[in-house]
């Protein structure tokens, strides 16, 4: 299993951005496929980005494509998300997740994967 530690999320202004790190740590995190989701109060966990083993491919939940770019640095075992554009509807905790099982396109909906970070809170003021 891999353990992963999710930073930089803070307050922002809408149109503002904010990048996302997620350290990891454990096994190598070339055997996963890493994503990122979010919760906002009283909603359910949706998924945002995902991307592969080799950082060759990636996937986007349709709100935040254009906006957001999903990246990962395999040697420094870290993820990032990069965020533009932000509006207030983005506000929610995002959480780091990998899985060995699944691909970018199915992550979104795959019921239980491996690991999950603690979550960081992004707040986008209007």
């Known amino acids: 299993q891999v353990q992963l530690v999710e930073s930089g999320g803070g307050l922002v202004q809408a149109g503002g951005s904010l990048r996302l790190s997620c350290a990891a740590s454990?096994?190598?995190?070339?055997?996963?496929?890493m994503g990122w989701f979010r919760q906002a109060p009283e909603k359910e966990r949706e998924f945002v980005a995902s991307?592969?083993?080799?950082?060759?491919?990636?996937y986007y939940a349709d709100s935040v494509k254009g906006r957001f770019t999903i990246s990962r640095d395999n040697a420094q075992k870290a993820v990032y998300l990069q965020m533009n554009s932000l509006e207030p509807d983005d506000t929610a905790v995002y959480y780091c997740?990998?899985?060995?099982?699944?691909?970018?396109?199915?992550?979104?909906?795959?019921?239980?994967?491996?690991?999950w970070g603690q979550g960081t809170q992004v707040t986008v003021s209007s």
């Open positions: 997740a990998a899985d060995s099982r699944t691909t970018t396109q199915t992550m979104g909906v795959q019921p239980d994967l491996d690991s």
């Open positions: 454990g096994r190598t995190l070339r055997a996963y496929t």
């Open positions: 991307i592969s083993r080799s950082g060759s491919n990636t």
